[in-house]
């Protein structure tokens, strides 16, 4: 008869056990996949797709309110490139990376120039800026007008194509690219190629990601080769290169 109870804790603690270790399991693969989706923010602004990564932020944060950490070293990028101005002031106000600072602060001193009453309002911000100017350089200058470029100008949208190019890449990049590792020999890579061509082309940008992997093994035994940041070394296939159809059109 004392078996009984002895059997029966046993199976309790066992499953409990079990199931701690199932949870622990859920805990990390949850985590990963934050980890892999605020990945994805990063490369959407490396890769100039501002309007995607602050999209794939905002619902990340809206799914996951945890996210807002995992996003944090993030947050002055994703401020700038959000198209307003008080975007550009927190940029400046958080920015961790020295190359996100100077492009917030030269962006605020063009601000400042072309309106008298925001840099009325930002006095203190204002002197603050200017006391960095002499730390920018061209590169820099370069990168805050196209900041202040996108402030003036409406948001604008790819359409449905846009849309559907980001979910692809988005869910590739979160599951598939993990799994097979990083293959491509071209640059930009094939999913960087798919958003920038329906960006500019909307839908089109189906059957030029379909062209191009019918131009992969030719592409990648030419003598063309570009060196990348990271060191390696790729075979270059921007989509300038074969849309100049448009550009005839367009003429």
């Not at 592409?219 to 070394?233: C, E, F, H, I």
């Amino acid at each position: 008869m004392l078996l009984r109870p002895l059997h029966l804790a046993i199976i309790f603690l066992a499953a409990m056990a079990f199931l701690a270790a199932r949870a622990d399991d859920v805990s990390r693969n949850a985590d990963a996949r934050l980890a892999r989706r605020a990945a994805l923010v990063r490369e959407l602004l490396d890769e100039g797709a501002a309007h995607e990564a602050l999209d794939e932020a905002a619902a990340l944060k809206a799914e996951c309110p945890s996210a807002t950490n995992a996003l944090e070293s993030l947050a002055a990028e994703l401020a700038l490139a959000s198209g307003t101005a008080e975007g550009v002031v927190r940029a400046f106000r958080t920015a961790r990376d020295p190359r996100v600072f100077r492009v917030a602060g030269a962006a605020l001193a063009l601000l400042f120039e072309k309106d008298a009453s925001f840099r009325a309002e930002n006095a203190a911000l204002a002197d603050q800026v200017d006391l960095c100017r002499e730390s920018w350089d061209e590169k820099d200058w370069a990168e805050a007008r196209n900041c202040v470029a996108v402030l003036a100008a409406p948001r604008r949208r790819g359409g449905p194509g846009a849309w559907l190019s980001a979910g692809v890449v988005g869910f590739y990049r979160l599951f598939v690219g993990p799994a097979i590792g990083n293959r491509c020999v071209l640059e930009p890579s094939c999913s960087r190629y798919y958003l920038e061509a329906s960006r500019k082309h909307g839908v089109i940008g189906v059957p030029m990601i379909a062209d191009r992997f019918v131009r992969e093994p030719v592409v990648s035994g030419s003598d063309r080769l570009v060196r990348r940041p990271d060191g390696s070394w790729r075979h270059p296939d921007p989509v300038s290169d074969h849309d100049w159809w448009f550009r005839k059109e367009a003429k």
